[in-house]
């Protein structure tokens, strides 16, 4: 069953800030929301995680709706290396911790 | 700190050969994840390991597929015989107590 929902591709120019949907509305309240990107020819990257609250580090920024069925990735610098595919995931508590990949979001940062 | 390291790489074999893929996760972590990825897809889990014990292995075809990981530590994940849709990229992942998952390079199969 799908998890989360993401739009296949986006745009951003470079310098500019990428802001990535996420869907998850059938997210249960002891759920994470994880987001992951994975550049070409490599394995996933962690990128942050949220339960409620947003979440800043140093890569990005998490937005997550007050009813937290879904959320935004925001780089707020984008650069070519950004260039990659971003995966929003659920992390299923209830089957034990597993990790569910969707089909993602293939971000190309433009120059 | 050396992170999920996966071997080989790279592996071209012929259909109904064998093929073993190795990963050795980051010391500490207890769990760790075996995923294929199709080409254009999102990486699909196909077993997961509580230190020894595999714990969710619902998803790995145990027909032609079979994995271990012995001592809770490193983890090997076979196939025999392969087949063409085999062809794939082989994701292992592990994770401790209170981090996210990492993610190794995984090993790209090409079955001829």
């Known amino acids: 069953d799908a998890k989360t929902t993401q739009p296949p591709s986006m745009d951003c120019a470079e310098g500019r800030a990428a802001n990535l949907p996420c869907n998850h509305s059938t997210i249960s309240g002891n759920e994470y929301v994880y987001w992951y990107r994975q550049i070409h020819s490599q394995g996933p990257q962690y990128i942050i995680h949220g339960l ?11 937005i997550i709706t007050e009813d937290r069925k879904s959320s935004t990735l925001i780089l707020p610098h984008a650069t070519l290396r950004d260039t990659a595919v971003y995966y929003c995931i659920v992390r299923v508590v209830r089957t034990g911790n ?3 990949f969707g089909t993602g979001t293939s971000l190309t940062v433009i120059p | 700190e050396a992170g999920v390291v996966q071997s080989p790489r790279y592996k071209i074999i012929e259909k109904k050969q064998p093929v073993a893929f ?4 980051i010391s500490g972590h207890n769990t760790l994840y075996w995923y294929l990825q199709n080409l254009g897809q999102g990486p699909e889990l196909l077993i997961r390991y509580e230190n020894e014990e595999a714990v969710d292995d619902s ?18 994940l076979k196939i025999q015989p392969a087949e063409l849709g085999d062809s794939a990229v082989y994701l292992c992942a592990s994770r401790g107590q209170n981090t996210e998952a ?11």
């Not at chain 1, 409620?52 to 998490?62: C, D, F, I, R, V």
């Not at chain 2, 990492?102 to 001829?112: A, M, S």
């Open chain 1, 98 to 100: 597993q990790f569910y």
């Open chain 1, 52 to 62: 409620k609250n947003n979440e800043t580090n140093e890569m990005a920024s998490l």
């Open chain 2, 22 to 25: 190795w990963c050795n996760p």
């Open chain 2, 59 to 76: 998803q790995l075809p145990k027909d032609r597929f079979s994995a271990e990981r012995l001592k809770g530590v490193d983890s090997t």
């Open chain 2, 102 to 112: 990492f993610f190794g390079q995984g090993t790209r199969l090409t079955v001829v």
